[in-house]
Structures are given as C-alpha cells and as structure tokens.
C-alpha cells in the first residue's frame, strides 16, 4: 500500500476504510473484512456513535494493533481544552487503545455557536498538541477546516495540522483549499469519494472506467490519489470494500484527469464548516 508521509514525519496510507453509518455488528464485520483485504487506514468519529464497534472489530481481525491506523474524531459541540481531553478519554475508553494515530477536530468552531469561534479552536488544540507530546496521539490534524480557519489556529499552534479532512469529489473537489493545504505542507484527506452515490450516473466517468475495465468507484478513488490525498471510502459490503482495494493496477492519463476536474457541480453535502448547524442546500 503506498503511504504518504505527515509533517511530523509519520506516514499514512492513501487508501482507507470510512466507516460512517456502520454500527453495531454491521461496524464490526465491516471493520474485520476490510482489514482482512488489505486495508490498515480506519476512520471512524465519536458522532458516528460506532468506535465501540471499530475496536471490537480491530480486534476481532486478529491484527496487531501497531499495524492498524485507527483515526477518530472530536466532535464540533465539544470544543475547549478540558473538553478536548474529556472528550479524547471516552473515545479511547470506546475504541479500547491506548493511543490513537490520528486525532482530528471534526468541524471547526463557527460565530453562530462559539461566542469566540477561535478561542475555542485554540483550545482544543492546544489539548491535542498536549495529548500528542505525551505520546498518546501520533498524528493530530483538522477537518472540514476553511483558509480562515487554519489562518485563525497559526496564530496560536505550536503545531502546525497534518492532515485536513474535507469533502473531495468529482464535482465538488475544493481546488483553492486543497492548493493552499498542499502549500501549508498539509496532507488533504477525501471523505465523501463518491459524491453520495451521485457519480454513478455519470457518463464521462462511465466511459472512463469502461476503458480501464474498472469500475465507476474504482476511477473515483483513483482520481482522488492521483491527485496525491487520502481517501477513506465506505462501504459494508465484502464485495464493494475488496473492489474499492483494487485501484492500484492502473493509472488515469492526464487528459481523463482533466476531465474528471472539469465536471459540473454534483453530490455537495451542503454542509458548511460555518453555517452548522443549518445545512445550506
């Protein structure tokens, strides 16, 4: 599995397992195949309501934990130092680990919710560049983070992001972002690879994936790592995790790249880091 290397020097690799929505025994034989095909990248969050069923699952595959890259999340309703910490003890507790390799903020703070947004930002950093000098998180990162609020946490940071976590798809790929965290030296990582299911009709995709005789997910994944992220697509079942595995045998030339970039508008969430909790459709 390629890797790419952090800013602290940690590597990770570029292809991972999402597991939102996975719960319960569904979470842990989706953890437990996907580690079995070949997968060491898991990422889960505490507002997924699933580290329970990603550490049993951990467990159950019968793989040493120092092999399996376990990254969870805080989530954005409990930001602030002491809550950060509070927060980080339940997660590890769930996912039973005494560590974990990637801490991110799940969405940063926002005007409508923090009476000071980057205050609260802060704080929660500064807990989690604490957290990881004391050897209990490798890696710390962002996610859903815009300019404005990366520029708000250099002020403060010790530490600059490792990774920053967005949504990354064929037609809502957030080039200006991810330009300016690739220029920060940090790693962009994809969630939503799929557009929520929405590229599935494309025929410009379509058509290129019929001449890889790949699959349309296949060309998705493939086009978020050429692009030199991390991507952490979903799924639960055997068939899709050992198919979205299999993207490593063929290359998108220059020409399929662009066209992939150059797709209209498609499968946006409507979330946005500063309008939560309303989502802007």
Same mark, same amino acid.
């Given at each position: ?29 989706? =953890? %437990?195949?996907?580690?079995?095909? *070949? ?10 309501? $699933? ?8 467990? #159950? ?6 092999? =399996? ?19 980080? #003890? ?15 903020? +799940? ?37 859903? @983070? ?12 010790? %530490? ?6 967005? #949504? @990354? ?27 929520? *299911?929405?590229?599935?009709? $494309? ?8 001449? +890889? ?10 086009? %978020? ?5 991390? =991507? ?11 198919? $979205?595995?299999?993207? @490593? ?11 992939? $970039? ?5 499968? @946006?969430? *409507? ?8 989502? =802007?459709?």
């Amino acid at each position: 599995m390629k890797k790419l290397i952090l800013n602290d020097g940690h590597e990770i690799p570029v292809l991972g397992f999402g597991t939102y929505k996975a719960r319960e025994q569904e979470g842990i034989d989706a =953890v %437990v195949s996907a580690i079995s095909n *070949g997968y060491s990248l898991i990422d889960t969050a505490s507002i997924y309501g $699933n580290e329970e069923a990603v550490g049993k699952g951990s467990q #159950e595959s019968g793989v040493a934990r120092e092999h =399996v890259y376990i990254t969870t999340k805080l989530w954005r309703e409990c930001l602030g130092y002491e809550s950060t910490k509070i927060e980080f #003890e339940k997660s590890l507790k769930r996912l039973k680990v005494d560590y974990l390799d990637l801490y991110l903020i +799940h969405w940063p703070a926002n005007a409508k919710n923090y009476e000071n947004w980057q205050k609260a930002n802060a704080d929660s950093w500064r807990a989690m560049e604490d957290l990881q000098a004391e050897g209990r998180i490798k890696s710390i990162g962002v996610s859903n @983070f815009f300019v404005e609020h990366l520029e708000a946490l250099f002020q403060t940071a010790r %530490v600059i992001p490792s990774i920053n976590q967005l #949504e @990354f798809h064929p037609g809502y790929w957030q080039q200006d972002l991810v330009e300016y965290c690739k220029m920060k030296d940090i790693v962009v990582e994809s969630w939503s690879p799929l557009a929520k *299911g929405k590229v599935f009709g $494309n025929e410009v995709l379509k058509s290129i994936a019929e001449k +890889h005789n790949k699959s349309v997910a296949q060309v998705c994944l493939r086009w %978020v790592i050429q692009h030199q992220l991390v =991507v952490i697509p979903k799924s639960s079942t055997p068939q899709r995790i050992k198919e $979205n595995m299999e993207i @490593f045998d063929f290359e998108l030339t220059d020409t399929e790249m662009d066209s992939i $970039n150059a797709l209209p508008k498609m499968g @946006f969430s *409507g979330e946005m880091p500063n309008s939560w909790p309303d989502i =802007v459709k």
